[in-house]
């Protein structure tokens, strides 16, 4: 079924607010977090005591949104065995990114941690320049959200959330860990993109329905509204964009939107094209694989009444599609080096999420659920 606006999933709205994968901007913070540590606290991991065993390659680190630390998986392993142990980043860690040399660089509440991934251990947490309020965490916190590395490695771009305002990219030298420029972008950016050739940046904005497409020359930059649903409702609305992934065929942006509906978005026209999907459920989470395929992450339904539950799409770029039911909501994917794995992390940005990933065998759509971490959001495979 295909809503043409957001009248019929408002409506329901105060009887599956648990259910739900996205929320009004202008939510109510919780708590500051008594044991998250200051930006001049040093670097924590664990458990503690001797030096970590070698991270072995395709290993995953995830973000624990619901503490202040990162987590080693082991996918191959179950139970217990798989957590290798954490460190401490930040307050309410979000997004990651993955650099060649070994280092992770972590979108926190605080300000963005950078994580030797070799001898686990948190260098550098270099201060945001935006003012963000108050450290809390939350669906709403201020702080990082989305975040990326410049092609040559030579830049972090993170999203910064200013509740009740509009977000900023910040720029970040990973040479000189500081940041070199601040740019302007939409409300609340859950994702930041860059394109191959890194001349560009896209920051998708929840709240303000759009991506920004910042040049990376001048730091110029170009509003595209992506809401094919309309922007009905405004902060009120559920119908929004979340993530992005960028084609690697062409350097087009594909949001997911409902299970119902791709939005295509030339970056250079800020052309937007309207594409089916079936999943029928609400999408977050969203990559793309070497070979165009794309991987979207339903949440669940916005009305259990109409829509379906919680899933992985995979969609072919000939638009063909599977839909893998998972249990529970689920916020983000990752894929492992060979495509052949999807890990889906459990955290999700509001209530009803699990400790967990759901580890996704992309041929068979066998699904194994892994129990590990606090509220994991983010994921990156080493």
């Avoid at 503490?67 to 392993?77: G, I, L, N, Q």
């Avoid at 009740?164 to 994702?191: H, N, Q, S, Y």
């Avoid at 110029?220 to 094919?228: C, G, L, N, S, W």
Wanted: net charge negative.
């Amino acid at each position: 079924m295909i809503r043409h606006t957001a009248t019929g999933a408002l409506a329901a709205l105060a009887a599956v607010a648990m259910l739900t994968g996205c929320a009004p901007g202008d939510g109510g913070q919780d708590a500051p977090s008594a044991s998250a540590p200051p930006a001049s606290a040093p670097p924590a991991s664990t458990p503690s005591g001797s030096a970590p065993a070698r991270t072995p390659e395709g290993t995953l680190l995830v973000t624990d949104f619901g503490a202040d630390t990162v987590t080693f998986v082991d996918p191959s392993r179950r139970g217990a065995a798989a957590d290798l142990g954490s460190v401490r980043v930040g307050t309410a860690p979000y997004g990651i990114a993955l650099g060649d040399d070994g280092t992770a660089w972590v979108a926190t509440a605080q300000g963005v941690a950078a994580v030797d991934t070799r001898t686990r251990e948190r260098t550098a947490l270099i201060p945001y320049t935006t003012d963000t309020g108050p450290v809390t965490t939350g669906e709403y916190r201020g702080g990082g959200m989305g975040i990326v590395l410049s092609p040559d490695g030579g830049r972090v771009y993170v999203g910064v959330n200013v509740p009740g305002g509009r977000g900023t990219l910040e720029v970040i030298d990973t040479g000189r860990r500081k940041v070199t420029a601040t740019v302007p972008v939409g409300r609340r950016p859950f994702d930041v993109d860059v394109s191959r050739d890194g001349r560009h940046v896209y920051a998708t904005n929840h709240d303000s329905f759009d991506i920004t497409v910042v040049d990376t020359g001048d730091w110029t930059t170009r509003r595209i509204e992506v809401a094919p649903y309309g922007t009905e409702g405004g902060l009120g609305s559920w119908l929004k964009p979340h993530y992005t992934a960028v084609r690697p065929s062409d350097g087009a942006l594909l949001l997911p939107f409902e299970g119902e509906r791709l939005a295509v978005v030339d970056p250079g026209t800020g052309r937007v094209r309207i594409e089916r999907m079936t999943a029928n459920t609400h999408q977050h989470g969203v990559t793309a694989g070497e070979d165009g395929t794309l991987f979207a992450v339903g949440t669940g339904p916005i009305d259990p009444s109409e829509d379906d539950g919680p899933s992985l799409t995979v969609r072919t770029p000939d638009g063909r599609e599977r839909v893998v039911p998972l249990d529970g909501p689920h916020e983000d994917v990752a894929l492992s080096a060979d495509g052949d794995t999807a890990y889906v992390s459990g955290g999700f940005t509001r209530d009803g999420y699990w400790n967990g990933l759901s580890v996704v065998d992309v041929g068979t759509g066998e699904v194994t659920r892994l129990p590990v971490g606090r509220r994991p959001l983010g994921i990156a495979v080493l």
